[in-house]
């Protein structure tokens, strides 16, 4: 089977065995990899109720049919489980060698399942496992971990390692690969940690099956050069993503003071240029011509690696105008295994439940040393304190009440990225409606939204956007599992990647052909969430309450007294709802379900949740 | 009239500043301040007018504060 290798690794942790199990051409045609293969499986395989954090969940790493095949950006995997911050399908993607040496190895993914009876590294060669001890490095951070592995195996190998966070089960611990990568950030680390599973070890050199190599190679090493070119004329790399903060600042979407306000003053002090300004290092993903990881020093002189996001919610979010603070937070973050999106919204919560006296404490937006200390609380579970915020923003303040649910930054249990959302409808439905909780990788609908339609609309134009974009990010990008940068930042064409696909494939695709596959993965997870909260509506595709909140307006600025409002959401709802085929619930129609060929899987779901 | 132009990302790069008031004499289009600054008419942007997103045609008024972005598609 050309562009797959055709087995899926399956190990278990609890027996210390495994073995190689084929799948059809007609599943790989179906599911195509990466998250297609980890929804299919986790639906088929997961008992629904299953503990997120107990031996019966399931772990899986899944790549595509143009992982590890030099070409633009290709140097990425998935992983995937059911998510213990939101008991839903949980997954994220990751730059990692683990895309390239999983196929070498001969697989296309792997499932873990059970727990170790102690702390256990996997090691995976060519039709060989082992079941490694890690005692060495549990209790370890991530950047000793990686060391102590390359240290045995070299710097060639692929990775997946977690840190404290993850042994702790912190709920939004993540995994991390190549020392600045992370992916994952629905608690696939956590997910680890509970297994015991330190680290996942991936060396092989299986030639990946391919219908015309040589054609594959002349394509894949072209365009490599030709992103390159697109990135250098662009010059997008030199900031990076955090380019987009001082824009995000200017049109008021930046996250200030746990989303309180949209933009601030000094935020200029942390933007794109400042960043590059400070930069020591960059660094980017196996297979990348556009590298977008900036490293700085941090106030300890440890090099820290900053993106958008993280700067962001680690910075003005938490009122810190910092570089070298924000960086010190953030390696504290990628040490432990956190999520930096997550972190920084857990502890501006956390700030904010404080600020209105919700909790006792002492900690104060812009105290970059006190949230230091709330975040080793947090990935050690030191304390009351520390263990509540391992829960998360939702649990956390379910556990408080007071009404500090409010202050939760968060949709279905994840929270949001750094995009405040208080007068962008379409980019809050985006937060809304994506599969995994409130992530921006779904569909990033706010410069289209502000550059082409009224900022007051809650059109269909707006909800079609979303899921053109969901079809593409979440889709195509995220079961042929490539980055998606080359196209969303530098301009290359759509079309390259049937390109690649038909090369490796020997198929003829086109796009068209892929949109299929990408709505059908969208409502396969939705029958996953189904079944996990029967009584689900539409409530559960709702952004955060306080972008609706009339005393939470901006008092100046350019969206001065302006807030999203609840019936007009719920209208740009329906029109997604409408557009996707699905019933008032938000679930898939059995029209929807047969049209997209999971007549098998509807029948599944009914079990445990009605279908209309 | 003086209007305030701040340019984002590699913009920044290009030009080599970040952010100037700019004298521009009425009547004066969005268009004509980024040819005025020397900014690629061709290369896809997304201009906003205090804070709000403005079409090329659209005239500028004293005091207005002008951001030139690339358009970013997110992390």
Redesign the interface.
Known sequence: MNGWTGHILRVNLTTKTFKVESFTEEFAHKWIGGRGFAAKILFDELAPGVDPLGPDNKFIVAVGPIAGIPAPNTGKAVVAAKSPSTGGYGDGNLGTRIAEHLRKCGYDALIVEGRADRPTMLLLEEDKVEFLPADEVWGKGTYETNDWIYAKYGKGVGVLNIGQGGENMVRYAVVRSLEGRAGGRTGMGAVMGSKRLKAIVAKGSKPIPQADPAAMKKIGYDDLRKVQQLDKE???S??S?N??L??CN???ALPVRNFRKTHHPDAWKVD??RLNNARIATYGCPNCTMR?GITIHDTAGRESEL???NVGLLGPNLEIFDLKQIGTLNYLCDDYGIDTMSGGCVLSFYADAVDHGAVPGDIKFGDAEGFEKLLTAIALRQGPVGNLLAEGSLRAARAIGKGTEAYAMQVKGLEVAAYNCKFIPGMALAFGVSPIGAH??ES?V??FE??QTS?DSYGPEKAQKVIELQRIRGGLFEYIVSCRFPW??V?WGLENYPKYFNAVSGLNWTLDDFWTVSDRIYSLIKLFWLREYPQTDRKLDYPPAVWFDPTNVDTE???AGRHLEYDKYDGLLQHYYDLRGYDRRGIPTLATLERLGLSAEAAAARKYGSLT | MKVTV?L???F???LGW?ERETDVAPPATVEGLIAAVGIDKAR?K?V?R????VAPGEEVQDGD?V?I???????
């Open positions: 662009s010059g997008w030199i900031q993503t380019g987009v001082a824009w200017e049109v008021a794109g240029e977008c993106d958008y996001e921006h990788k990033w706010i410069t502000i550059k900022r969303i930042e301009g600025g350019p969206i | 701040k984002i990302g590699p920044v790069n290009q970040s896809p997304i906003t205090n804070g709000r997103a504060r951001v972005s690339p358009i970013y598609s997110g992390g």
